[in-house]
């Protein structure tokens, strides 16, 4: 079945440091890849998806772009900010088929 | 706008009692809507899916039912509760301008 493997555990970080969590995945088809965002009990928030081989997605200062050769998504930001402390999602799947798979999460600690 | 409500916020139950925990949108027409279940720390994982009032599919079997009574509203629910129940209990719907999932902000379920 599909998977998502993500940067596992958590990854500390100092403000203004430049961020990598990696992401790759395993499906059949071309699936859409997402990434999302989740802040202590709180629901996951949507940051962005990209849909095609070589798409960039980004919000918020995050970026990632679809490698259909490598099948990843990695997701990096140029500067963090101790805001952007959280766990961060990467996902694939198919909303016409009504499923979305999530990766382990990857813990991002952003220290002052 | 659409809004999405989960009810309660935390629940701490005993084991073999019964559960229901519900989720309501509002500002969509006939949303697909989703139930996800995360554990302590752990990653998100689909337990159903609807698409239309009084059709409900499983994905994963946890000992829980879903049902769709209304249009806009998703109940999750056991006879009988297990520790394994533990966790953080998401809804989501699928849909918008990116077709992705948005999610409520989650019940916390602890069975002792």
């Known amino acids: 079945g599909d998977s998502v493997t993500q940067t596992e555990g958590q990854v500390a970080l100092s403000e203004e440091d430049f961020l990598t969590i990696h992401c790759n995945y395993s499906a059949s088809g071309y699936p859409a890849l997402f990434w999302y965002v989740q802040y202590p009990g709180e629901g996951p928030q949507f940051l962005f998806r990209?849909?095609?081989?070589?798409e960039k997605g980004s919000s918020r200062g995050f970026e990632a772009t679809y490698d259909k050769g490598t099948t990843s998504f990695h997701l990096r930001k140029a500067s963090v900010q101790e805001s952007d402390s959280a766990v961060y999602y990467c996902a694939l799947g198919d909303l016409m088929g009504y499923k979305l798979t999530f990766g382990t999460g990857t813990s991002l600690l952003v220290d002052p | 706008a659409q809004t999405i409500h989960q009810w309660p916020v935390a629940e701490i139950k005993a084991v073999g009692s019964p559960l229901s925990l519900g989720c309501t949108i509002k500002g969509k027409s006939s949303p697909n809507l989703y139930w996800y279940w995360q554990a302590t720390g752990g990653t998100l994982q689909q337990l159903f899916y609807s698409i239309t009032v009084g059709q409900v599919e499983s994905v994963v079997q946890l000992n829980l039912s879903a049902s769709r009574p209304k249009d806009d509203q998703f109940i999750l629910s056991t006879e009988k509760l297990l520790l394994s129940h533990s966790g953080f209990y998401l809804c989501?719907?699928?849909?918008?301008?990116?077709?992705?999932?948005?999610f409520g902000a989650g019940t916390r379920l602890s069975v002792l």
């Open positions: 990209a849909s095609r081989d070589k």
């Open positions: 989501a719907w699928a849909g918008g301008s990116q077709n992705t999932l948005y």
